[in-house]
């Protein structure tokens, strides 16, 4: 590749028409072959949309006659006309991708609207309900769509504004646990492992835009399925990241494994961006491999220098003595003198009762105090330095460096009483070491069962869902990234059964954050489900049919439980959460949150604002999802709500710059023009802390993208 690249720059010298050309060329090569991880990217996704409304020029299948349980055929159509007829819609429709296609007629009814990955989509929101215990704190989202279409739409949302992705995509066991074109993988399929890689990059690549690059995180849980080629995906999507692997105890009775070791652990991908780090926090003993008695005590340090530049000449300023005293109750300061600067030190006549101590090596050399003067004298004031038991000349003196002193000041360890030289003494017994763990997790809250499955079952008695993750698990992995972020925005495209979001509900009452979560997951049913459901007759998008899915099952009523303290049958949850923050599951917690199903709307709409009502959300959530929203066109021509306004009519412009000055914590101006002249004029008169966005310019630019991108 290097010799390549040096040829073509030799071209370019001599015929610089010439080398563009090869270069291009060259570049279009080096795109078809992967250098890294190679596997076969498959056929774009295809994606079945059961709740969409069929138009004219939509992509459809013909759906299997009520009752039939077998899968229905694949085959691509086009709708070309529709009409009524007998009370019911009939589309024209036309057989895509094949060299003779068929013309037919099939009743709407029995169509399904499908969506190519190379398709153009322009999303919108529904609102499905809310719950609001939190006053004005911002909201948390649950979105009900495929978790594709809804990154994308969150590119103009939140590019480039989220703090924290905590995922746990499929592992792709083989046992259909996810859909690939709309079919479950199992583990007769060759190119599982290959799909499954093509399903993760198109994602992860979106979930890059999302992500703030000077500082945010990605966490992505796996187990040995796939953590070798996740491993090397993230590297290949990240190069910019730092990459670590955590090893972490989820079943300590181990799962048994046909032919092999039990597994009890799965894998935590950390993908850190910017100055992202894991922060040290206050953790318990059972996060440490390796004991350590002497790190649950606050530790003094000689002040005689050892190790690196241990000598007198190495810091000439921190020669000096320390004027100390024998009393019945033990050594005592008097006082620090200066730095000294002389041949002989024993010219310095210490203060009458006193010994003059000075920083000499065991081996008789002149060394160096580890502090200056003045940093000694308020060390001394404050309690922080501290005499060993009476040996004239060579008594020892030790002293608290400023992490140990940070302990003690932010009530680690409390004060309790002073020692004879003014030493603090201090209560070590509810100490809690802060510090930043290994890679080997071994913690009893993490146990998948008891965290997970058994704490779930708790919030919703007469509900499963397979393998749920210790609500304390996921906590515990964004604490090390948002403890200090109080209002982090934190996203799961695989939400699940609403961990991640329940997870962040507690790390904000432990700080009285103001976190919010937006958790994305389609509305699917369970594949030992599906069959009976058919047999009864029933279709994706037939509310009794989707009364069972994922969404609308699991995730949407738990985070409502987790909020109001009650299970979905209307009683007080029974139980208590553990751990680091005990108190009872019916209390609940101040939170809001609303959940959405996504829609797919065309240009046309758009641009006549008669699908206003469906990106209203959109706006809402890019202004930060708190408060009230704009919900429809305003007769008046504008509106302001807490955090945004929007102006339809430019004839209102003075009224409307009137009303969103006056509104102190307002971010965003959505100004509705096709005429790029009057929205700057617009702009121009908005207070400068204000962001003007042009609808529906931004909105119809931000999606002109293929999905197969």
């Not at 819609?89 to 057989?95: F, P, R, S, T, V």
Request: hydrophobic residues 35%.
């Amino acid at each position: 590749m290097s010799r390549l690249t040096d040829l073509i720059a030799s071209a370019k010298a001599k015929d610089p028409q010439m080398g563009a050309d090869l270069e291009q060329e060259f570049k279009a090569l080096s795109s078809r072959r992967s250098f890294g991880l190679n596997f076969e990217r498959h056929r774009p996704e295809t994606i079945e949309l059961p709740n969409r409304p069929v138009r004219q020029g939509d992509k459809v299948r013909i759906l299997p006659p009520r009752g039939d349980v077998k899968k229905g055929e694949q085959s691509l159509w086009q709708v070309k006309g529709m009409k009524k007829q007998k009370n019911q819609w009939i589309a024209k429709i036309i057989e895509l991708y094949v060299t003779e296609p068929e013309v037919c007629e099939v009743v709407v009814e029995d169509l399904i609207v499908v969506a190519e990955f190379r398709d153009k989509i322009y999303p919108g929101l529904i609102s499905t309900g809310k719950v609001e215990h939190g006053g004005e704190k911002p909201h948390h989202s649950v979105i009900n769509g495929e978790n594709f279409h809804v990154l994308k739409a969150l590119t103009y949302t939140h590019r480039g504004k989220v703090d924290a992705i905590y995922i746990d995509p499929p592992y792709n066991t083989g046992a259909k646990d996810w859909k690939y074109n709309n079919d479950y993988v199992e583990n007769e399929d060759l190119y599982r492992h290959s799909k499954w890689l093509a399903f993760m990059e198109r994602r992860l690549k979106i979930a890059k835009e999302l992500l703030n690059p000077t500082d945010s995180v990605l966490i992505v849980t796996i187990d040995e399925k796939e953590y070798l080629r996740l491993g090397l995906l993230l590297e290949q999507i990240f190069p910019e990241s730092r990459v670590q692997m955590i090893s972490s105890v989820i079943n300590p009775k181990g799962a048994a494994r046909s032919s092999a070791f039990g597994r009890t652990d799965e894998y935590i991908y950390f993908v850190m961006f910017g100055e992202a780090a894991p922060m040290p926090t206050a953790l318990d003993s059972e996060w440490k491999i390796v004991r350590d008695p002497r790190a649950e005590k606050l530790r003094w340090a000689d002040l005689l220098r050892s190790g690196n530049h241990p000598l007198r000449s190495d810091s000439p300023n921190q020669f000096y003595p320390v004027f100390i005293f024998n009393t019945d109750e033990g050594p005592k300061f008097h006082s620090v003198g200066e730095s000294y600067f002389g041949e002989n030190r024993h010219e310095i006549v210490p203060p009458e009762g006193t010994v003059a101590v000075w920083p000499i090596r065991s081996n008789g050399e002149d060394g160096n105090w580890s502090n200056g003067v003045k940093n000694l004298r308020t060390f001394i004031e404050k309690g922080y330095a501290k005499l060993g038991r009476w040996r004239a000349e060579e008594t020892s003196i030790s002293y608290l460096a400023r992490g140990e002193q940070n302990k003690v000041e932010s009530g680690q360890f409390p004060i309790i009483g002073r020692n004879s030289d003014n030493s603090i003494v201090v209560d070590a017994s509810n100490y809690v070491p802060v510090f930043i763990p290994g890679t080997q997790w071994r913690i009893g809250s993490h146990n998948a069962e008891q965290g997970g499955t058994n704490l779930l079952k708790s919030i919703m008695p007469d509900r499963k869902f397979p393998f749920p993750k210790s609500l304390y698990a996921v906590e515990d992995a964004l604490r090390f990234f948002v403890a200090k972020k109080p209002d982090a925005v934190i996203l799961d495209f695989f939400a699940g059964s609403g961990t991640t979001a329940h997870a962040v509900m507690r790390l904000n009452r432990q700080d009285n954050g103001r976190r919010k979560c937006i958790s994305v997951t389609n509305n699917e049913v369970a594949s030992n489900e599906q069959k009976d459901l058919y047999s009864k007759g029933l279709r994706p998008g037939d509310p009794d049919w989707d009364q069972h899915g994922i969404c609308d099952f699991i995730t949407k009523p738990r985070v409502k439980a987790a909020i109001t303290g009650c299970s979905p049958d209307g009683n007080p949850i029974v139980g208590d959460y553990k751990f680091r923050d005990k108190f009872p599951m019916a209390d609940g917690f101040e939170e809001n949150a609303e959940f959405f199903t996504f829609t797919y709307e065309t240009p046309v709409a758009i641009m006549h604002n008669v699908a206003f009502k469906r990106i209203a959300p959109l706006l809402w959530l890019r202004a930060g999802s708190q408060g009230r929203k704009v919900e429809n066109v305003s007769e008046r021509g504008w509106e302001v709500v807490e955090l945004y306004g929007v102006l339809f009519d430019l004839d209102e412009t003075a009224e409307f710059v009137k009303a969103i000055t006056g509104q102190t914590i307002c971010k965003l101006a959505f100004i509705v023009t096709n005429d790029d002249r009057r929205f700057q004029a617009v702009a121009r008169a908005l207070p400068d802390n204000i962001e003007s966005v042009r609808l529906y310019e931004s909105y119809l630019n931000n999606f002109q993208f293929a999905n197969g991108e």
